[in-house]
């Protein structure tokens, strides 16, 4: 018999090769995964320990915001912070651990341009602050949130406090010692965020970003498996929200879906390559949309709306309001001539209460008017902009007498 | 320009149409989906809306157990049972709820022929008891539980009990009021199975078996996506873990992984088809196997045992141990020979304890000795199973310093 002859018979571990079995088609597979690790890890400047592999950028965000929660070893209720427009697997995790009294919460709000101010932010920060989680762009109106000057702002508490602790322990308190050096500040606030609609086009080095905990996910990257990434700064102390094998680290149990991660990791890596080619070629159209929009009489009538800091910004992103015409109607229109837009986080699609981001920034507005979002991407061209735009201006005459 | 014309400008949704859009692609993903749902639920003898895509078996255990305990509204402690063998999914979601004292938990024992005696399980039933989980067939030996009869047990459990409410809730005490009919018995406790290793041979119909929670994983089933399922009966009470999107009824929130879920149901509903005749021809390789073992004086000489019992048992497995002989050593032998088999559960392999499931059985066994399990699959032939047990001889001969 041939030596190279493989016979499985280990399907009951998974019917191909599983990356926690000890045989060589084991051993092999979790090389792949490793090397899988490797590659995210350099996509993020972090380390291959740092990256756990889930399910996907809900997954993520849970296991950020509730692993963190459930960690917390201190007496006090533990505090986490958030803002108003985050995508709902954070604020539906926010309100969660409040109701079951697991955290207090504090929700700060966003700006009228759809960005958050640091210094709001650090306003919220108490003695018993464990998170920060603000998301890096958001996903209906793409604004980019300043995730550094957050992390500053954070960084100045924990030296704020750690002075204070100093000053305190000297046992003779009239002569306040010299502050220590900074290199022993409390873990916490940690800082995490939700990258998901950033990977495409915004730079994700942690470090540079200066964050604890970043999520990203597959199904929002082109050619990428359908798995999500949770980095996790090492200095982290995280529960997982899964019980069961050892798998990434313990902290996420369950066979890990090799194939996926592969496809994910390479993806990642090819986009991080293009990148900046590709947000070139997309601000360039970005601006050719918007100078159409901004141009034409029919959209001015109907008293368009640019929604959100237009210079902030995914280069992917356009969402705009017409006061008096509910966007889901503009999508199911657009729809009908072969146009896909959005009117809202396709996560909150089965209510029908409208979008609570642009409820935000335009809290004066009829909830039930939202937005809508046109996101780019990889395969759009100008001429789908002026298809787009034809078709769009067609169907607010159509309805004028809406807003007339 | 033509009708047909399709511009995608929802790339921030997913890159490929998100069934929880509303324009006309993600209304046809969202038909996909559900004929997916319906496809799960005909071969569950199911209703679609009872059928919940996750991202696998560990969750959808996770999701049953925790989401029970969640959900649960009772102003005592809520109880809940298992066995001793079950996957560390279960188990150690168990011991998790235990320490963070959500709920107070009974761990029964199995006989030594793997196989949990159903009065047991009823003998641990309490007031409180809001669910019992025992796997439908045990991943490492392949015993195969009674789930039907524990069914019935619950049943009585709860006739019983309605009887009781019944007799006391009589304004004249002497006068026992004859007992309702059973149509409101209380949903608890409720009856969890993790089916993950009998979905490719045991029946699966959820009336028949009795049960109000069903895990299923495709990383078990030849050909399926990379999801799971869980079964969870309409009037289950179920909270969700993740928090998020209103995704499969808001109880697993996240953008659907439409591409393996259609896999996952193609592949679920050819194993139906071909259950018959595969499980004909896996229980004849598997007696072929055995008798090999059996008659073979080198394996009996190293002190054999056969694991699990003999009958109540998958088609594809077989599990055995040699006392003084390590299985991990067997395993990596094995592997260098091109035989991959396994000497405890994947999920738990970076632990050097054993198979607490060998252990459970062979209370009196050395721990580090576990088992060497063979799970055969719809590539096993017989001449696979020949090269396997000649190998396997080679080995033992090899080692006999080890048991002689």
């Given at each position: 018999?041939?030596?190279?002859?493989?016979?499985?018979?280990?399907?009951?571990?998974?019917?191909?090769?599983?990356?926690?079995?000890?045989?060589?088609?084991?051993?092999?597979?979790?090389?792949?995964?490793?090397?899988?690790?490797?590659?995210?890890?350099?996509?993020?400047?972090?380390?291959?320990?740092?990256?756990?592999?889930?399910?996907?950028?809900?997954?993520?965000?849970?296991?950020?915001?509730?692993?963190?929660?459930?960690?917390?070893?201190?007496?006090?209720?533990?505090?986490?912070?958030?803002?108003?427009?985050?995508?709902?697997?954070?604020?539906?995790?926010?309100?969660?651990?409040?109701?079951?009294?697991?955290?207090?919460?504090?929700?700060?709000?966003?700006?009228?341009?759809?960005?958050?101010?640091?210094?709001?932010?650090?306003?919220?920060?108490?003695?018993?602050?464990?998170?920060?989680?603000?998301?890096?762009?958001?996903?209906?109106?793409?604004?980019?949130?300043?995730?550094?000057?957050?992390?500053?702002?954070?960084?100045?508490?924990?030296?704020?406090?750690?002075?204070?602790?100093?000053?305190?322990?000297?046992?003779?308190?009239?002569?306040?010692?010299?502050?220590?050096?900074?290199?022993?500040?409390?873990?916490?606030?940690?800082?995490?965020?939700?990258?998901?609609?950033?990977?495409?086009?915004?730079?994700?080095?942690?470090?540079?970003?200066?964050?604890?905990?970043?999520?990203?996910?597959?199904?929002?990257?082109?050619?990428?498996?359908?798995?999500?990434?949770?980095?996790?700064?090492?200095?982290?102390?995280?529960?997982?929200?899964?019980?069961?094998?050892?798998?990434?680290?313990?902290?996420?149990?369950?066979?890990?879906?090799?194939?996926?991660?592969?496809?994910?990791?390479?993806?990642?890596?090819?986009?991080?390559?293009?990148?900046?080619?590709?947000?070139?070629?997309?601000?360039?159209?970005?601006?050719?949309?918007?100078?159409?929009?901004?141009?034409?009489?029919i959209f001015?009538n109907a008293?368009?709306?640019?929604?959100?800091?237009?210079?902030?910004?995914?280069?992917?992103?356009?969402?705009?309001?017409f006061?008096k015409i509910p966007?889901?109607l503009l999508v199911i229109e657009l729809s009908a001539k072969?146009v896909?837009?959005?009117?809202?986080?396709?996560?909150?699609?089965?209510?029908?209460?409208?979008?609570?981001?642009?409820?935000?920034?335009?809290?004066?507005?009829?909830?039930?008017?939202?937005?809508?979002?046109?996101?780019?991407?990889?395969?759009?061209?100008?001429?789908?902009?002026?298809?787009?735009?034809k078709i769009l201006s067609k169907i607010l005459l159509k309805l004028k007498k809406w807003y007339n």
């Amino acid at each position: 018999m041939a030596k190279s002859r493989k016979i499985y018979l280990d399907y009951a571990a998974s019917v191909s090769a599983n990356p926690s079995s000890i045989h060589i088609l084991g051993v092999k597979a979790k090389t792949k995964l490793q090397n899988a690790r490797k590659e995210v890890a350099t996509v993020l400047g972090a380390r291959p320990e740092e990256i756990i592999f889930t399910s996907g950028g809900t997954e993520s965000n849970n296991l950020a915001i509730q692993g963190v929660v459930l960690a917390w070893k201190g007496k006090n209720l533990p505090h986490i912070i958030t803002t108003n427009i985050e995508h709902p697997s954070v604020l539906e995790t926010f309100k969660m651990l409040k109701k079951r009294k697991l955290a207090d919460i504090s929700i700060v709000l966003v700006e009228k341009d759809g960005i958050v101010d640091p210094k709001k932010i650090k306003k919220e920060i108490k003695k018993n602050t464990v998170l920060v989680s603000v998301m890096y762009a958001n996903n209906e109106i793409g604004t980019v949130q300043p995730i550094h000057e957050i992390a500053k702002e954070i960084r100045y508490y924990k030296k704020q406090s750690a002075k204070l602790k100093g000053f305190f322990r000297s046992s003779d308190s009239r002569v306040p010692i010299p502050a220590r050096p900074f290199k022993n500040l409390s873990v916490f606030p940690l800082l995490h965020t939700d990258a998901v609609q950033a990977a495409n086009y915004l730079n994700l080095n942690v470090e540079k970003l200066g964050v604890d905990l970043l999520s990203l996910s597959g199904s929002k990257i082109e050619k990428a498996g359908r798995v999500g990434v949770l980095y996790k700064k090492k200095s982290v102390p995280l529960a997982a929200i899964f019980c069961g094998g050892d798998q990434e680290l313990g902290l996420r149990p369950g066979t890990e879906n090799l194939s996926e991660i592969l496809k994910f990791s390479h993806a990642l890596k090819s986009v991080e390559i293009t990148k900046g080619k590709e947000v070139k070629r997309l601000t360039r159209l970005q601006n050719y949309f918007l100078n159409k929009l901004k141009r034409s009489d029919i959209f001015n009538n109907a008293g368009m709306i640019l929604n959100g800091d237009l210079k902030n910004r995914l280069p992917n992103n356009i969402n705009i309001t017409f006061p008096k015409i509910p966007s889901d109607l503009l999508v199911i229109e657009l729809s009908a001539k072969g146009v896909m837009a959005s009117s809202k986080s396709a996560c909150k699609s089965s209510h029908s209460e409208g979008s609570y981001v642009i409820k935000a920034i335009h809290p004066e507005s009829n909830i039930e008017i939202g937005g809508l979002r046109f996101s780019l991407g990889k395969e759009t061209t100008k001429a789908d902009i002026d298809y787009t735009v034809k078709i769009l201006s067609k169907i607010l005459l159509k309805l004028k007498k809406w807003y007339n």
